[in-house]
């Protein structure tokens, strides 16, 4: 196993929890085939144990050599403002440039004699920090942990350092034109709240923010009650608990003044927003609609709804014979060169969408038969389209669980979002009690008479975007 100290992204192209290729509806444990029935009655128990000062332990042991061990805290992008927006960002480059205890060399040489991977991530709602290593090295692993948290050494020579590395990232995602799109549609459809923020920030912070803006946001968030310390893999769940107390019992569940930070509620504003630059051959477009939240009952037929719309690439086979009307329609009419249905949810809102890149030539189109898609979900949707949607989502689930690290991820981003971890099977279950009555009904909700928030990147028509946004309207009209 190669070492490696590194970070991985923190938008939604390229978050942990992003959607993954579904698989095969059967698994294979060594050398026996096992089906999607049994593989949902055999999923290991989640234990989960909570410490005197509010920090959570949750283990799933599966008895595999590694383990995948890591801290999940409820802070982001969202609890910034706008004077300290990137700060959790700035944070995240901080981490792995030394402790109190281990200066920048020793820690990666600590990693590395473990052939260990140290990464982190930054979302709007959530920050992580986990290891991937050797289940006999989990002792040390959960030590290093404790240390990048907690005693973060934030030298000022390597703060300064840190400022060009942030300003030339911050030039490379402005040239990721799906990122670029993406935020641009969090920013108009929820303006003026602490939800339309990037989690990377603006420049202006990135070369502004100080030391005592980074010790701050630390002191503010990062508290015991906020975070979870998850591992999956050949894990003992007693033994995680010893570790924890002995590496986090220390961290504080107390907030100077009581002055607890609660989210603000974050309006949807039907909007658009538009980046023209006709330098770039294509355009990338999105529109949503509020979408539900993480905890919605929702959530789950929208999901199928979302796996029913689907998503096309061209160089995907099969041409006239997919199964998504809007990927055939794409092929059919050369619509787009890719288009892909999304659904953001957060702790009390969410986006839901479809992202697609096409030609400027080609944008009215694509937004009319998008727009046609979503009234099909709250009109003409069948069973079979219903039966076929939740194939689609419950072979994305367990394919999303095919390791240690992306089991953790959802064990950590569970209890923050839910109290507990909500097993495949009670997954399932959901899926299934949805139907085309229910799709309809649901999507409707959601869709019917709401103004969609749309965002443009590249060349396009300055006209056509005005008249997508109307279009929704008008076709209701009509058709109602």
Request: a negative charge; charged letters at 20%; aromatic letters at 8%.
């Amino acid at each position: 196993m190669a070492a490696s100290v590194c970070r991985v992204g923190t938008t939604v192209g390229r978050a942990l929890a992003k959607n993954r290729s579904p698989i095969l509806l059967s698994l294979r444990r060594g050398q026996s085939s096992v089906s999607y029935a049994q593989s949902l009655a055999g999923a290991p128990e989640t234990r989960l144990t909570a410490l005197d000062n509010g920090l959570r332990v949750a283990s799933e042991e599966t008895g595999h050599a590694t383990c995948t061990v890591g801290l999940w805290i409820s802070a982001g992008s969202r609890y910034e403002n706008e004077k300290n927006n990137g700060a959790g960002f700035f944070l995240e480059h901080m981490a792995f440039k030394g402790t109190k205890k281990y200066p920048q060399t020793a820690l990666e040489q600590q990693v590395e004699s473990m052939g260990a991977h140290l990464n982190a991530y930054t979302s709007r709602e959530h920050t992580a920090y986990y290891m991937k290593t050797l289940a006999k090295d989990l002792p040390k692993a959960v030590e290093l942990l404790a240390e990048v948290v907690q005693s973060c050494s934030l030298n000022e020579a390597e703060i300064e350092q840190q400022r060009g590395v942030l300003l030339r990232e911050l030039e490379e995602v402005d040239g990721n034109l799906q990122e670029v799109c993406l935020d641009l549609l969090h920013a108009t459809a929820f303006q003026g709240t602490p939800l339309g923020q990037s989690v990377l920030g603006p420049s202006k912070n990135a070369r502004s923010l100080t030391r005592e803006n980074l010790v701050d946001y630390i002191n503010s968030h990062y508290k015991a009650p906020r975070m979870v310390l998850a591992a999956a893999g050949g894990v003992n769940h007693e033994e995680l608990v010893g570790l924890a107390k002995s590496n986090f019992s220390g961290i504080s569940f107390e907030y100077e003044g009581d002055a607890v930070p609660v989210l603000s509620p974050c309006r949807f504003t039907g909007s658009d927003i538009r980046m023209r630059d006709d330098g770039f051959p294509l355009a990338h477009i999105a529109i949503a609609v509020e979408g539900a939240s993480v905890t919605s009952p929702d959530i789950v037929p929208l999901m199928v709804a979302n796996c029913i719309i689907g998503s096309y690439d061209l160089t995907y086979g099969g041409g006239k014979h997919l199964s998504s009307r809007l990927a055939r329609l794409a092929v059919e009419a050369n619509l787009c060169h890719s288009f892909q249905a999304f659904h953001s949810s957060y702790s009390d809102t969410g986006l839901m969408g479809i992202y697609f890149v096409t030609d400027k030539n080609s944008i009215e189109d694509m937004m009319h038969w998008s727009q046609n898609a979503w009234m099909n979900l709250c009109t003409t949707v069948t069973e079979s389209d219903v039966t076929r949607g939740k194939n689609a989502l419950k072979a994305s689930l367990v394919g999303q669980l095919n390791g240690t690290t992306p089991i953790c991820d959802d064990i950590g981003r569970h209890i923050l979002n839910y109290g507990r971890r909500i097993p495949l099977a009670e997954w399932d279950a959901r899926i299934d009690a949805v139907t085309a009555n229910v799709v309809r009904d649901v999507c409707t909700k959601y869709i019917y008479d709401k103004c969609p928030a749309v965002a443009a990147v590249g060349a396009f028509f300055v006209f056509v975007l005005f008249g997508a946004t109307l279009s929704l309207f008008l076709q209701w009209f009509f058709f109602s």
